[in-house]
Structure formats: C-alpha cells, structure tokens
C-alpha cells in the first residue's frame, strides 16, 4: 500500500511561482512512474508531467518551457516547479505514483489546490 501527501499549493498572481511537494509512504516498487495531473472544473484530469526512476520526463505542451518536475528517491518526493503561471493553471492537482509487478498498482494522493490570479 501506497500513500501520497501533496502540499505546496495556494494562491498566486500571475507571473508568479510554486512549487508542490508529494510525499510517498509505503512499497514504492522499484520501477515506479511517478507524475503530477490536474483537474479544473468542469474539465478531466489532465496529465502535467511524469518522470520515471530513470529520469525520463513527459510534460504536457501547456507546461513545456514553464515547469519542472523532479523527484528524490532518497526522500520518497516528488517535486513540481512551477514558474510563469497563468490563470489557466488553475486546477487541482495530484500525484501520482504507479509500479509493475504481477499486475499494476495505482495509487492518487488527495490533491493540493493551484489558483491562479489575473
């Protein structure tokens, strides 16, 4: 079992910065993909990025250029660096950290409001 806390979300203007924190606890595999999505209202969640053990990162076209994701494995955390924001990223957003074994396992945090103001 996998638990995930994020923080670090809130208010800002924009133009302006955040960084979110996800906080693993648990069997994180040793393959695991860990990545942060968002939902705004009305809309589905969205992938944002995601970056495996390896390092390999996807980002979606929206964010390119404007946000970074990293994780330290050492501290089980994942990170997402977010500079230039616009009030279009405002959503909630949540980690997510998923591994293979037998079978996939799943696992979504509770989610850390973003709110973007003009």
């Known amino acids: 079992q996998v638990q995930l806390e994020e923080s670090g979300g809130g208010l800002v203007q924009a133009g302006g910065s955040l960084r979110l924190s996800c906080l693993a606890f648990?069997?994180?595999?040793?393959?695991?993909?860990m990545g942060w999505y968002r939902q705004a209202p009305g809309n589905s969640r969205e992938l944002v990025a995601r970056?495996?053990?390896?390092?390999?990162?996807d980002y979606a076209d929206s964010v390119k250029g404007r946000f970074t994701i990293s994780r330290d494995d050492a501290r089980n955390t994942l990170y997402l660096q977010m500079n230039s924001l616009k009030p279009e990223d405002t959503a909630l957003y949540y980690c997510?950290?998923?591994?293979?074994?037998?079978?996939?396992?799943?696992?979504w945090g509770q989610g850390t409001q973003v709110t973007v103001s003009p």
């Open positions: 970056i495996t053990v390896g390092g390999s990162i």
């Open positions: 648990g069997n994180l595999g040793s393959n695991s993909v």
């Open positions: 997510n950290l998923y591994y293979f074994t037998n079978r996939k396992y799943d696992y």
